[in-house]
């Protein structure tokens, strides 16, 4: 059964949240991908939100308590419905934060104000398959799943692409295909990280995993 877990650091859960009672598990399977806070230690109330990406196509809102408190899935703006909404976050680089959600199967990303109120999309002009977020400074850090990991400045414009291998997308038996693994180039990233430094760690979504250390120069 899939749920989302609370933990400590040592390991102790301290909150457990199931699926919540909504009509459209009546049909669909419950399969989150992701979770984002909206952290009270930058001013927010502690919300917490789930991306049921491999599942229903919606993303989930919920008090700091695990109380059930409404849903979105894509239709409430002009963009459309969420196709595997894999990744979420909170932005608190700008005066309000907004919540962005990777759009991914759709190319791009959905924002939308901390209540869940739409507000507007951007990238599919310039993305592929937007799976997460992080940031380091002022520079916004996507993996893509199709072999790279994207780049955008504090308003959202494109900045560079980092290690870009997409042509091993058309590969058959991809992702699983390690004869075809190169230093400098991505297969599949699925997730990353920064440390204080600014050197990023990438997770790929591969048989046995690989993890690639960009160190910053």
Partial sequence: TAEVAKMTLDGKTVLNIDKPDHPVY????????WVAVNEERFGGNGDIWVTDGYGSNYVHHYDKTGKYLNSINGEEGKTGAFSCPHGIWVDNRKSEPELYVADRSNKRIQVYD????????FGDDY?????GFIT???????PELYARLTILDGNDKLVTHLGSNEDVVKVKGWPNIHD???????NSPHGMAADKAGNLYVVEWITGGRITKLAKV
């Fill in 136 to 142: 380091h400074g002022e520079f916004l850090m996507m």
């Fill in 180 to 186: 075809h693994l190169a230093a400098g180039k991505f």
């Fill in 26 to 33: 009546q049909k669909a399977n419950y399969a989150p991908t």
């Fill in 127 to 131: 993305l592929t398959s937007p799976d």
């Fill in 114 to 121: 901390v209540q869940g109120g739409y507000k507007r999309a």
